[in-house]
C-alpha cells in the first residue's frame, strides 16, 4: 500500500479526489494521504471534511494528515497529484476580464489568460519540484497544474533529467466519457488514437478493446444529434454544456478528427470573444458555483460529523489521475493519453515540442505509440502555438518582454499586434507581484 500527497489540498476538486480515491481503493490501496497547501484556512475546511469522509469509507487508510509544512508533507511518499493555482481564483478573473476588456477570449488556459496564469505557475511549479525532491527522490510526481502545456515545457527545461513528472491532463477522458456514453460503452473499454499539444489536440480514431474502429459511429452521432458533457463534475455546467455543442460545428468544418473541445478557442476567437462579458467570466461562475457548493458541502460534513446522507460518486477526473498513477506506481502498462517531448513520436514536429499522446504508463515512465506524420493544416496550427509556448517559457527564463510580445501574436486567439501589446502591458500590471521582472 502507498503513500500520496494532494498538493494544493483546498482546491474545489480535492474532496471530489477523495471520492475517487475510495471508489479506486482497490486499484490504487493506500496507507497514507497527506494535504499540502500554502493556504492553512482554505485547506482546512476540505482537509476536516475530507477526515470524515475516510474515516468512514477508507478504513484501510492507516493515516490521513494535512499540512503547510514541506518536510512533514514530502517525506516519506510514493506519489504526489499537484494542482496549484497560483494567485487563487482572483488573479484567474483578472486573467479572463483583461483579454475581454480588449475584444479578445479570456480563457484560463488558452490565450493571454493563459500566458498570465502559465507565468505565475512556472516559478512556483518549479520550486515545488525541488522542494519535493529534496525529500523523495523516486516519488511520482503527477502534475496537473495548469496551463499545462506551458508548465509542462518549463519542469522539461528545469528538470531535464527528471524521469519520474507525468504531466496530465483529464480533458481527453472528460471527452471520452462522452463519446462512451453516447456509444453507450463503459469509457474504460475506448482505446483512443491522439495527438497534439495539450488542449490543442484530436482524436484521430476511437477503438474499442478487441480493435474495432467507433470513430465513424462517434462521428455521425455528433453530427446528427448533440454532444454534451457526461461526467458528473461537468454535466450540468452550462458553460460546460455550451463548450462541448461546439465540437459539433468544429467536427462539420474540419470532418477528419475529432476535437478536442478547447480548439473552438482558436479555430472561433472573433465569435467566443463577443460572447463574454468580464462580469461573468468562468471563475465568476466558478467562485459562485462550485466554490461555494463545495464549501456547503464541507460544512455540512463537518457539522454533522458523518458522511451517511452523502452521495459518494467519484469523478471521471480523479478516477483517471488515480488509476494513471496506479499504473506508473505498480507497473500496469495501461494506456492514457499524457504530455512527452516529441523526439519523433509526431514525425514532421518539432522534437522539444511537449506533445499530447497515447502512452503506456510503466514503472519506468511513459512509453508513447509512434503516430507518425500528421496532415499539413494539423501540423501548421500545432507549430505556431507550439512556438507561442515555446516564446512564453524563453520570455521567463531571459524576462524578455519582446518574446511575450511575439507569443501574443503568434496566438490565434489575437493576432494584432498593437492589441498583443494592449493586453501584455495590463496583464504586466496586474501580475507585478507574481511574474519575473520584464
Ligand atoms: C478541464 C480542463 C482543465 C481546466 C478545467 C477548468 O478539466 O482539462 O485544464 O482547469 O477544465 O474547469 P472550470 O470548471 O474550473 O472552468
Same mark, same amino acid.
Given at each position: 500500500r502507498?503513500?500520496?500527497?494532494?498538493?494544493?489540498?483546498?482546491?474545489?476538486y480535492?474532496?471530489?479526489?477523495?471520492?475517487?480515491?475510495?471508489?479506486e481503493?482497490?486499484?490504487?490501496?493506500?496507507?497514507?494521504?497527506?494535504?499540502?497547501?500554502?493556504?492553512?484556512?482554505?485547506?482546512?475546511?476540505?482537509?476536516?471534511?475530507?477526515?470524515?469522509?475516510?474515516?468512514?469509507?477508507?478504513?484501510?487508510?492507516?493515516?490521513?494528515?494535512?499540512?503547510?509544512?514541506?518536510?512533514?508533507?514530502?517525506?516519506?511518499?510514493?506519489?504526489?497529484f499537484?494542482?496549484?493555482?497560483?494567485?487563487?481564483?482572483?488573479m484567474r478573473?483578472?486573467d479572463?476580464?483583461?483579454?475581454?476588456?480588449?475584444?479578445?477570449?479570456?480563457?484560463? %488556459?488558452?490565450?493571454?489568460?493563459?500566458?498570465?496564469?502559465?507565468?505565475?505557475?512556472?516559478?512556483?511549479m518549479?520550486?515545488?519540484?525541488?522542494?519535493?525532491?529534496?525529500?523523495?527522490?523516486?516519488?511520482?510526481?503527477?502534475?496537473?497544474?495548469?496551463?499545462?502545456?506551458?508548465?509542462?515545457?518549463?519542469?522539461k527545461?528545469?528538470?531535464?533529467?527528471?524521469?519520474?513528472?507525468?504531466?496530465?491532463?483529464?480533458?481527453?477522458?472528460?471527452?471520452?466519457?462522452?463519446?462512451?456514453?453516447?456509444?453507450?460503452?463503459?469509457?474504460?473499454?475506448?482505446?483512443?488514437?491522439?495527438?497534439?499539444?495539450?488542449?490543442?489536440?484530436?482524436f484521430?480514431?476511437?477503438?474499442?478493446?478487441?480493435?474495432?474502429?467507433?470513430?465513424?459511429?462517434?462521428?455521425?452521432?455528433?453530427?446528427?444529434?448533440?454532444?454534451?458533457?457526461t461526467?458528473?463534475?461537468?454535466?450540468?455546467?452550462?458553460s460546460?454544456?455550451?463548450?462541448?455543442?461546439?465540437?459539433?460545428?468544429?467536427?462539420?468544418?474540419?470532418p477528419?478528427?475529432?476535437?478536442?473541445?478547447?480548439?473552438?478557442?482558436?479555430?472561433?476567437?472573433?465569435?467566443?470573444?463577443?460572447?463574454?462579458?468580464?462580469?461573468?467570466?468562468?471563475?465568476?461562475?466558478v467562485?459562485?458555483?462550485?466554490?461555494?457548493?463545495?464549501?456547503?458541502?464541507?460544512?455540512?460534513?463537518?457539522?454533522?460529523?458523518? %458522511?451517511?446522507?452523502?452521495?459518494?460518486?467519484a469523478?471521471?477526473?480523479?478516477?483517471?489521475?488515480?488509476?494513471?498513477a496506479?499504473?506508473?506506481v505498480?507497473?500496469?502498462?495501461?494506456?492514457?493519453?499524457?504530455?512527452?517531448?516529441?523526439?519523433?513520436?509526431?514525425?514532421?514536429?518539432?522534437?522539444?515540442?511537449?506533445?499530447?499522446?497515447?502512452?503506456?504508463?510503466?514503472?519506468?515512465?511513459?512509453?508513447?505509440?509512434?503516430?507518425?506524420?500528421?496532415?499539413?493544416?494539423?501540423?501548421?496550427?500545432?507549430?505556431?502555438?507550439h512556438?507561442?509556448?515555446?516564446?512564453?517559457?524563453?520570455?521567463?527564463?531571459?524576462?524578455?518582454?519582446?518574446?511575450?510580445?511575439?507569443?501574443?501574436?503568434?496566438?490565434?486567439?489575437?493576432?494584432?499586434?498593437?492589441?498583443?501589446?494592449?493586453?501584455?502591458?495590463?496583464?504586466?500590471? %496586474?501580475?507585478?507581484?507574481?511574474?519575473?521582472?520584464?
Amino acid at each position: 500500500r502507498k503513500n500520496l500527497v494532494i498538493v494544493g489540498g483546498g482546491s474545489t476538486y480535492t474532496l471530489g479526489m477523495i471520492m475517487s480515491l475510495i471508489e479506486e481503493k482497490e486499484h490504487f490501496p493506500l496507507k497514507k494521504i497527506t494535504f499540502y497547501d500554502i493556504n492553512a484556512t482554505r485547506q482546512e475546511i476540505i482537509a476536516k471534511a475530507a477526515k470524515v469522509l475516510l474515516k468512514e469509507h477508507y478504513p484501510e487508510l492507516e493515516s490521513f494528515s494535512y499540512t503547510t509544512d514541506k518536510a512533514t508533507a514530502f517525506s516519506d511518499m510514493d506519489a504526489a497529484f499537484v494542482q496549484i493555482r497560483t494567485g487563487g481564483l482572483a488573479m484567474r478573473e483578472l486573467d479572463e476580464q483583461i483579454p475581454i476588456q480588449h475584444g479578445v477570449i479570456g480563457q484560463e %488556459t488558452c490565450g493571454a489568460g493563459g500566458m498570465a496564469y502559465g507565468l505565475r505557475s512556472i516559478k512556483d511549479m518549479i520550486e515545488l519540484v525541488h522542494d519535493i525532491r529534496q525529500y523523495s527522490r523516486d516519488a511520482w510526481i503527477l502534475n496537473y497544474t495548469n496551463p499545462a502545456a506551458i508548465v509542462g515545457l518549463a519542469l522539461k527545461r528545469e528538470f531535464p533529467e527528471d524521469k519520474r513528472i507525468l504531466n496530465i491532463c483529464d480533458m481527453p477522458i472528460a471527452i471520452m466519457k462522452s463519446y462512451a456514453d453516447l456509444l453507450e460503452k463503459d469509457v474504460w473499454e475506448l482505446v483512443p488514437e491522439y495527438f497534439g499539444l495539450n488542449h490543442f489536440g484530436w482524436f484521430s480514431k476511437i477503438l474499442d478493446k478487441q480493435g474495432h474502429d467507433l470513430t465513424d459511429d462517434i462521428k455521425n452521432k455528433i453530427i446528427n444529434g448533440d454532444f454534451l458533457p457526461t461526467d458528473k463534475e461537468i454535466a450540468h455546467d452550462e458553460s460546460w454544456i455550451q463548450t462541448f455543442r461546439k465540437a459539433r460545428q468544429m467536427l462539420v468544418d474540419f470532418p477528419e478528427f475529432l476535437p478536442n473541445t478547447y480548439l473552438q478557442y482558436y479555430l472561433y476567437p472573433d465569435d467566443l470573444a463577443k460572447k463574454e462579458s468580464p462580469d461573468n467570466t468562468r471563475a465568476r461562475q466558478v467562485i459562485n458555483g462550485r466554490e461555494k457548493r463545495v464549501h456547503e458541502l464541507c460544512d455540512h460534513i463537518i457539522s454533522q460529523q458523518t %458522511t451517511h446522507d452523502i452521495n459518494i460518486e467519484a469523478d471521471i477526473h480523479g478516477v483517471y489521475m488515480i488509476r494513471a498513477a496506479a499504473s506508473l506506481v505498480f507497473n500496469w502498462k495501461e494506456t492514457f493519453v499524457v504530455m512527452v517531448e516529441n523526439n519523433g513520436i509526431i514525425s514532421n514536429l518539432p522534437d522539444d515540442a511537449l506533445v499530447e499522446v497515447p502512452a503506456l504508463l510503466t514503472s519506468h515512465g511513459p512509453k508513447a505509440f509512434s503516430v507518425g506524420e500528421i496532415p499539413t493544416f494539423y501540423k501548421g496550427l500545432i507549430e505556431s502555438q507550439h512556438a507561442y509556448e515555446k516564446l512564453v517559457v524563453e520570455a521567463y527564463y531571459e524576462n524578455s518582454y519582446n518574446k511575450l510580445l511575439q507569443a501574443l501574436t503568434l496566438n490565434r486567439t489575437i493576432v494584432h499586434a498593437p492589441k498583443a501589446k494592449g493586453i501584455l502591458d495590463d496583464l504586466i500590471d %496586474t501580475n507585478k507581484d507574481y511574474w519575473p521582472e520584464l
